[in-house]
């Protein structure tokens, strides 16, 4: 089955700072993987997702993500922090046809001045 | 933008209880999702449909049921209610069904069973 594993629980990040956060996935073949965010109080919105091609994918509000299938990972960046992007990411990878998202626990940025 | 409204935003019952929580959605998607989130766990998959009628069970349905009565709305039923569904509640909506959906969330229910 499939699985996503993001092994950082919490970042802390100061404003106007880079900020990368790890992804791993599980699965057996070509995935299709996506990075959701959730600002507090509120459900989760899609950042951007993955499609076989272009290993580096543009998202919203200045994040990128890319995709390495030798490492099995689909980390995102973001150049410069702003407070608003304080905030839960989630990883996730597509199950099979119209299954929904497999997630992982969520990554818990906190932006500092 | 996809509109997914979720009912009610928050719940209190007890051990062994009846709750309904609701979503709705009107941008016609055919695909409904049910997810609860809890620390440790993520999100996770409780029950799922293609459409009005249709039911599919997720990675978590013990203790819910689901029924989609029209295309719009999508329901998630605890007929005994017990203190390990204590839970944050998402339902999602998507129009492609494929691989490549992209899931619309509504804002959540937060149940909470003493």
């Known amino acids: 089955a499939q699985s996503v594993t993001q092994p950082d629980a919490r970042v802390t990040v100061s404003e106007g700072a880079s900020l990368q956060l790890r992804c791993k996935y599980s699965y057996f073949g070509t995935p299709y993987l996506f990075w959701y965010v959730q600002y507090p109080r509120q459900g989760l919105q899609l950042l951007l997702k993955?499609?076989?091609?272009?290993?580096v994918v543009q998202g919203v509000n200045g994040f990128e993500a890319e995709f390495s299938k030798s490492n099995s990972s689909f980390h995102l960046r973001k150049a410069s922090v702003h407070w608003s992007d304080w905030a839960v990411y989630f990883c996730?990878?597509?199950?099979?046809?119209?299954?929904?998202?497999?997630f992982g626990l969520g990554t818990r940025v906190s932006v500092f001045p | 933008e996809a509109a997914v409204t979720q009912s009610p935003r928050n719940k209190v019952t007890v051990t062994g209880g009846n709750v309904t929580l609701s979503c709705r959605q009107t941008n016609s998607h055919n695909y409904m999702y049910w997810y609860r989130q809890d620390t440790g766990h993520g999100l996770r998959l409780i029950h799922y449909s293609y459409g009005a009628g249709n039911l599919q069970i997720g990675d978590v349905p013990d203790g819910y049921k689901a029924t989609r009565t029209t295309q719009e709305d999508f329901f998630l039923l605890l007929e005994l209610a017990s203190p390990s569904q204590t839970s944050l509640y998402f339902c999602?909506?998507?129009?492609?069904?494929?691989?490549?959906?992209?899931?619309?969330f509504g804002s959540g229910t937060r149940l909470t069973v003493l």
């Open positions: 999602a909506s998507s129009d492609q069904g494929g691989r490549a959906e992209t899931l619309y």
């Open positions: 996730a990878v597509s199950n099979n046809y119209a299954q929904g998202l497999t």
């Open positions: 993955y499609y076989p091609g272009d290993p």
